[in-house]
């Protein structure tokens, strides 16, 4: 993890790239970049994940690893009872709270894998690409953690990516998982739609919807669809910044179009059953 600064000032440009953006998890190192969010099937996605989640004035949100807050901004449309956002770095936390502004609205810094909420305390949670890029134990472990401050009856939503068709050879999930590690330094494990459904089935949760579409590249031209003009060239500035992060983008970019034939976004709400009792 990042050492947290000890100064409460945050810079006016937001983020900035430095050696830190080639040490963390990639979609981390994104939004240290001053992108919000790796969103695998684009802003398109994460509307329909957060309107399938039904969110009205009686639920209680939190966000696993809200980025800069866009899609914070999409849930609050709906006027949430409350909203949490749980964000690993301090410094993106502050800027949340920018963001998200308002009674019984808060973001703050923990780990999604151990938040510190009461259990059963929440009726709606949601994250994107908080599972992709981890390895078993660590997935495993998130969606435990779900579970438990999830109330019976609520509803958790993911946006990550899936690998088809589910018929899909292990030789060929085992190269795309050795190409993310080699060439991305990331220890990624992607899964097919089967596969993410028996994940989320193991820890108690029952899948209601799954939705797939193709994965969008980590292109100029996608990035400021998803993330408007101003926001795309803050990106682009601080990515030329950094030789170091640039390289390991490019190389993210080119590993994912490599297998693009196999490789493409999905999008999951998954319930709490009623009366469920912990694990």
């Known amino acids: 993890m990042l050492p947290i600064p000890d100064s409460d000032t945050i810079p006016a440009s937001g983020l900035s790239a430095g050696p830190e953006a080639t040490e963390v998890p990639v979609p981390w190192a994104l939004t240290r970049l001053g992108r919000r969010v790796m969103r695998p099937g684009g802003m398109e996605m994460t509307r329909r994940m957060i309107d399938a989640l039904d969110i009205g004035p009686e639920d209680r949100v939190v966000e696993l690893a809200p980025g800069l807050g866009a899609a914070s901004r999409i849930a609050l449309e709906n006027q949430p009872m409350t909203f949490t956002g749980i964000e690993r770095d301090e410094v993106t936390a502050k800027l949340v709270r920018q963001v998200i502004r ?42 435990a953690e779900a579970f438990r401050f999830l109330q019976s009856g609520g509803r958790l939503g993911l946006h990550e990516i899936a690998l088809t068709p589910e018929y899909l050879e292990q030789s060929r999930k085992d190269r795309i998982a050795s190409d993310l590690l080699q060439n991305v330094d990331a220890e990624a494990r992607l899964l097919t739609c089967g596969e993410w459904l028996e994940m989320l089935r193991s820890v108690g949760l029952e899948v209601e919807i799954i939705e797939t579409a193709p994965l969008q590249s980590l292109t100029p031209l996608r990035l400021m669809r998803n993330e408007g003009l101003r926001d795309a060239l803050r990106v682009f500035t601080s990515v030329l910044r950094s030789p170091a992060a640039r390289k390991r983008f490019a190389a993210l970019r080119d590993t994912l179009s490599q297998h693009r034939d196999v490789v493409s976004s999905v999008f999951i709400v998954a319930q709490k059953p009623w009366f469920s009792g912990p694990l």
């Open 102 to 143: 308002g009674a019984r609205r808060c973001c703050v810094h923990g780990a999604i894998a151990q938040t510190g909420l009461d259990a059963s305390s929440t009726s709606v949670a949601y994250g994107e690409s908080i599972l992709s890029f981890q390895n078993e134990g660590r997935q495993r472990a998130i969606l």
